[in-house]
């Protein structure tokens, strides 16, 4: 697959310099302009080294993916943070991981639709999304929701087992009149 738009980091994927038999049977195509957009389940992924005893607690089989409810994933996210046991909290998600990861390597523009919790505190979980997210990234078609968005956490055990633990908050709550149907049209094809 052709990575779309133009590349900031010409060693990674250069794109003017054809190979030198092909660019004799075509055109170089020129620059263009382009975004990509992207809809997703926001969730924020925090990542974790806990006892089994933790897990036990609440009801987490080890080496499981289990769904938590909102009140089970906010006593577990102060818990952990309390103990100081968090070692990372950052964006997830397929689509919001690919956008950002497009606009990092194009060093260009891409727009993102999903929910996110109408209060952000500094320091909270919404907040290190927004903050390890890429500038380049468009958040403001983001849908404003009541409550958190989704949760990923990530228990890793002593033995290295990894225990996942999802709590789905608001991240589902997007609305058809959030997406810009107009943005969304403006963005140029590229494949």
């Known amino acids: 697959?052709?990575?779309?738009?133009?590349?900031?980091?010409?060693?990674?994927?250069?794109?003017?310099?054809?190979?030198?038999?092909?660019?004799?049977?075509?055109q170089q195509p020129k620059p263009f302009s382009t975004y990509v957009c992207g809809i997703d389940q926001t969730l924020v992924d925090i990542e974790a080294k806990v006892e089994d005893e933790l897990l036990a607690r609440y009801g987490l089989p080890k080496g499981n993916s289990t769904l938590i409810n909102?009140?089970?994933?906010?006593?577990?996210?102060?818990?952990?943070?309390?103990?100081?046991?968090?070692?990372?909290?950052?964006?997830?998600?397929?689509?919001?991981?690919?956008?950002?990861?497009?606009?990092?390597?194009?060093?260009?523009?891409?727009?993102?639709?999903?929910v996110m919790s109408k209060s952000v505190e500094v320091g909270s979980y919404a907040y290190r999304y927004l903050c390890h997210t890429s500038s380049k990234v468009d958040l403001n078609y983001l849908q404003p929701v009541q409550g958190p968005i989704g949760r990923c956490f990530t228990l890793i055990s002593e033995c290295g087992e990894r225990t996942f633990a999802i709590s789905k908050g608001s991240m589902d709550k997007l609305t058809p009149d959030?997406?810009?149907?107009?943005?969304?049209?403006?963005?140029?094809r590229w494949f």
């Open 1 to 26: 697959m052709k990575f779309p738009g133009q590349r900031k980091s010409k060693h990674y994927f250069p794109v003017k310099n054809r190979d030198p038999l092909l660019a004799q049977l075509t």
């Open 70 to 114: 909102d009140e089970q994933a906010h006593a577990l996210y102060q818990e952990l943070k309390d103990n100081e046991m968090i070692s990372d909290e950052f964006a997830g998600g397929t689509i919001g991981n690919t956008v950002h990861n497009y606009s990092i390597l194009a060093d260009d523009r891409s727009v993102l639709f999903g």
């Open 178 to 188: 959030h997406i810009d149907k107009d943005v969304i049209q403006a963005a140029q």
